[in-house]
């Protein structure tokens, strides 16, 4: 009886100390996400074709396809969606169904709280700029890391997410640079305290980016050893957001280019908005919907014509 008593006790001071950490986890979102909203800008400008009238030729159509002129240049982006998440490889890639709210906030970061289940298998956290931390059945702390390999690889992903979702963070500006490719590739470079990453941009005939890579700072390999490696995706599915152009379905993985990629990421985003100032009051949110979605074959623009200047076709108010 007294080995019951013991054995109660401890699992009772072992699950209240589970809780009270992850109950840290969830204040750290909390806090990292209100602190990404403050960087929207206050009283953004409004998109002028002319600011990117000198940049190289695709880069300019890069921008002129995902901004309509006119359009307040927000930076950060709160995203919701779904899909599929691989916890295994391209052999076995045992999917999870994944939902996921997100902020983006480039350069200073993002936060990207996600649950995914499938069987038995129940996993949830988050991922931002400055950690990954995620739970097993909501008792047991896995996949857990920071220091300055994640600080660099998630530097990656926040620029090449922004490539994706908010065009208006890689503008010209100091520590934003941008250099042709080819006729149909445009190279953008951040640099940000210390850190610096070049995302590879191909668009189609109309300027649509339809492709993202990037060399990116990871240890997804057979030595788990941290080194940059290729990592890129497709955009697919474009809609109109508050004047920006953005896709609403994205795959996307490691080795990308290379017979060893498949993948791991599959979202479709159900909605997106743009934070004002001062406007977060907890870790939910309510986003806006995006227009109608574009149907089209892989190989086109998947894009939607550009709505009338006189009415905002636009979806007003993952991970």
Same mark, same amino acid.
């Given at each position: 009886m007294k080995l019951l008593i013991i054995l109660a006790l401890f699992a009772a001071v072992a699950g209240g100390a589970l809780g009270v950490?992850?109950?840290? $986890?969830?204040?750290? $979102? =909390?806090?990292e996400w209100a602190r990404l909203t403050a960087a929207q800008p206050a009283a953004p400008k409004q998109f002028d074709p002319a600011m990117v009238a000198e940049l190289p030729d695709p880069a300019r159509r890069y921008f002129t396809c995902t901004i309509r002129p !006119?359009? /307040?240049? @927000?930076?950060?982006a709160e995203i919701e969606?779904? !899909? =599929? @998440? &691989?916890?295994g490889s391209k052999e076995a890639p045992n999917y999870l169904d994944m939902r996921a709210r997100q902020i983006l906030a480039a350069p200073e970061g993002f936060v990207w709280a996600m649950e995914a289940s499938g069987g038995a298998m129940r996993?949830?956290? &988050? $991922? %931002? !700029?400055?950690w990954t931390? @995620?739970?097993l059945w909501g008792i047991a702390p896995v996949a857990r890391g920071d220091g300055e390999d994640h600080r660099r690889s998630a530097f990656g992903r926040t620029v090449a997410e922004a490539a994706i979702w908010t065009p208006a963070a890689l503008l010209p500006s100091p520590g934003v640079r941008w250099d042709a490719v080819s006729a149909d590739r445009a190279r953008v470079t951040v640099t940000h305290e210390g850190l610096e990453q070049a995302v590879e941009i191909t668009i189609d005939d109309e300027g649509c980016p339809h492709e993202i890579r990037l060399e990116r700072w990871s240890d997804v390999n057979?030595?788990?050893? @941290? =080194?940059?490696? +290729?990592f890129g995706g497709r955009l697919l599915d474009f809609a109109w957001f508050d004047g920006f152009r953005l896709p609403t379905r994205v795959e996307a993985g490691n080795h990308f280019g290379t017979e060893r990629y498949y993948p791991f990421f599959i979202a479709d985003v159900a909605k997106i908005r743009f934070p004002k100032r001062l406007q977060l009051t907890s870790g939910n949110f309510s986003v806006g919907r995006p227009s109608r979605p574009v149907a089209g074959s892989e190989s %086109?623009?998947?894009?939607? +014509?550009? /709505? +009338?200047? &006189? &009415?905002?076709s636009s979806a007003s108010s993952r991970a």
């Open positions: 950490w992850r109950a840290a $986890d969830y204040r750290a $979102d =909390r806090t !006119g359009t /307040p240049l @927000f930076t950060v969606m779904t !899909g =599929r @998440f &691989s916890l996993v949830a956290g &988050s $991922d %931002s !700029g400055r931390r @995620f739970w057979s030595e788990k050893t @941290f =080194r940059l490696q +290729p %086109s623009c998947h894009c939607l +014509p550009r /709505p +009338p200047q &006189s &009415s905002r």
